[in-house]
């Protein structure tokens, strides 16, 4: 597969990623890896009580989804993937169990720092299946630029 490295995005370029439809195994798992048991994520009855069709979605169990890693992207950032150095995010509308939400990122903005690395600024947005905005936010991701044939042959040497 053929990598990408930081001077290879420009800023409007778009991905999209898997289509997920949220089950009661993405909450029993979110639920068995964090601890959180609130009642609203995890029984039917209470949410219904509460006004809701089914149980809510963990906001941060949706911006796992979100996750570049994820993403099918990610295959050609093997070489280059350095750090996730941060995430902003806001939640725009609830997701539900049956939902089916699906990630897609913009790149925001491309910043080299040196000659070997530099930020590669995400938008990322989550929409369900009507195609209503679930999560916006921003993936802050620190990329390898791409290798020159000089500086290949310097390590080489070195």
Request: neutral net charge; proline residues 6%.
């Amino acid at each position: 597969m053929p990598q990408r490295y930081l001077d290879d995005f420009k800023p409007g370029d778009h991905f999209v990623s898997r289509p997920q439809t949220l089950g009661e195994k993405h909450f029993a798992a979110f639920a068995a890896m964090t601890g959180d048991s609130h009642p609203i994520h995890y029984d039917h009855d209470y949410a219904r009580l509460r006004g809701w069709e089914a149980p809510l979605a963990h906001g941060l169990l949706l911006l796992g989804l979100c996750a570049i890693g994820a993403a099918p992207i990610s295959e050609e950032l093997k070489d280059s993937m350095v750090a996730m150095l941060g995430n902003d995010v806001r939640y725009k509308r609830p997701a539900i169990i049956g939902d089916t939400v699906t990630p897609e990122f913009t790149v925001k903005a491309v910043e080299a720092k040196d000659a070997e690395k530099g930020i590669l600024r995400l938008a990322i947005a989550l929409y369900n299946q009507r195609r209503e905005l679930v999560l916006e936010g921003t993936h802050i991701v620190m990329l390898k630029r791409r290798p020159t044939a000089t500086a290949d042959h310097r390590h080489e040497l070195g």
